[in-house]
């Protein structure tokens, strides 16, 4: 895949900023006019003072009454938190972002704000399980349904009440991939809304809104904050649909994200560019060594010419990822025995950090999904699933190497 992703990427409409990497770096981060300081400033504050005691009056800068109007309380907006906003939409392309303490507050507070009672969400391909959790379980409350489709026969799914069209692609665990030019192109012509979960891509690999679809969603607990120390959350999009998600996903849901966290998302966010080829290139490497590994039945990587998704991939991402799911074929003893032999690979749920982590996802991150659900996706008791960091290339090899050859000759 090319590597230059700085001199292909497009600027977002609203940016002067042409490259990713620049974007990356400056977007969201200009010096705090009142000190002068270079770095975000932390407004650790809940509430901001008030300039006009009228009813609905706008708060203003108290220095410049024709200024636009300034956030009144943290719930709803805080200038280190717009800081993060900005940097996100930037990377999208997208008009907009809103940040959420968590990337299930992000998710639970888009379908909240831009779906009503009578309303259907049609899920394409597996999606994870709190989020099917929150479609299945959680909405039905609100009279609101959802219902899972095939890709290939989307446009015959299509119902008088489907109000949305939900898609994570690269998926978790099994990294399966969704079209989503097709998606944006039947979503367009039965006028409902899409959405992307792009967590495992991140901007730096694909932007959905250039295949045509309407909103992204990101935990950016992973990858955008790449050092796994914080929680938080995106929507990106159009500004009116935005506006929406603000108003009532986070002003009312509550799910806000804590300065703090986003001044550490902001730092992360600016190594984006740097991280993510690390982790293709040792993801390709760490895939491409198990299919040949001792006990392995099958991997799970775009990059590989065997993955059912990698022209796909080739079309809409710049390259494959960090994530690497591998099954084996004594089960869940083989699966347990892998990762309790790995050095290299904390045991441990989430991904997208620097380090290394691995985990069983039958029995952790999907095991409030059905079995015979996740035996449908792909997602055996003998699946661990990879996220592979950017340690010494050559070290990660080795490591899950002599972990599978370790489980197959016991």
Not at 73 to 99: F, H, I, W
Not at 287 to 296: D, H, N, S
Not at 389 to 406: K, P, R
């Amino acid at each position: 895949m090319d590597d230059e992703h700085s001199k292909d990427v497009k600027p977002a409409a609203s940016s002067t900023l042409r490259s990713f990497a620049t974007r990356a770096v400056r977007a969201g981060s200009a010096a705090d006019p009142l000190t002068g300081a270079h770095a975000p400033v932390i407004y650790q504050t809940a509430t901001f003072l008030l300039d006009d005691a009228n009813p609905g009056a706008p708060a203003r800068a108290a220095s410049d009454p024709e200024a636009p109007p300034r956030d009144t309380y943290s719930r709803a907006g805080n200038p280190t938190v717009r800081s993060a906003e900005a940097k996100l939409a930037a990377l999208e392309g997208t008009q907009a972002a809103v940040a959420f303490a968590s990337g299930m507050g992000a998710i639970t507070g888009m379908l909240l704000s831009v779906l009503r009672q009578g309303d259907e969400v049609l899920t394409l391909g597996p999606i994870y399980s709190d989020t099917r959790a929150v479609l299945w379980d959680m909405l039905p409350g609100f009279g609101i349904s959802a219902r899972r489709a095939e890709a290939e026969s989307l446009e015959s799914a299509m119902a008088p009440n489907t109000r949305l069209i939900y898609v994570e692609t690269p998926s978790n665990p099994t990294l399966s991939l969704i079209d989503l030019a097709a998606v944006a192109a039947v979503a367009r012509r039965h006028q409902v809304l899409t959405a992307v979960d792009n967590t495992f891509a991140t901007p730096f690999l694909s932007r959905p809104t250039e295949h045509g679809i309407d909103l992204v969603l990101h935990s950016a607990t992973k990858y955008l904050a790449g050092h796994g120390d914080l929680l938080a959350g995106f929507v990106a999009g159009d500004a009116e649909t935005l506006q929406r998600v603000r108003s009532v996903g986070l002003r009312l849901g509550g799910a806000s994200l804590e300065p703090h966290a986003a001044f550490l998302l902001l730092r992360g966010m600016r190594t984006l560019h740097l991280r993510m080829p690390a982790h293709c290139h040792n993801a390709m490497a760490v895939a491409t060594a198990l299919t040949t590994a001792p006990g392995v039945k099958r991997v799970h990587y775009p990059g590989l010419k065997a993955h059912t998704g990698h022209e796909l991939a080739k079309r809409q991402m710049s390259d494959f990822g960090g994530m690497v799911a591998v099954d084996f074929a004594g089960g869940y003893q083989a699966a347990v025995a892998f990762v309790e032999r790995l050095e290299l690979f904390d045991h441990a749920v989430s991904l997208g950090d620097v380090s290394s982590l691995a985990c069983v996802s039958a029995t952790t991150t999907h095991a409030s999904v059905p079995a015979q659900e996740r035996q449908r996706d792909g997602i055996t008791d003998g699946l661990v699933r990879l996220s592979v960091g950017v340690e010494g290339t050559d070290d990660l090899v080795a490591d899950v190497l002599n972990a599978a050859t370790a489980v197959a000759a016991t």
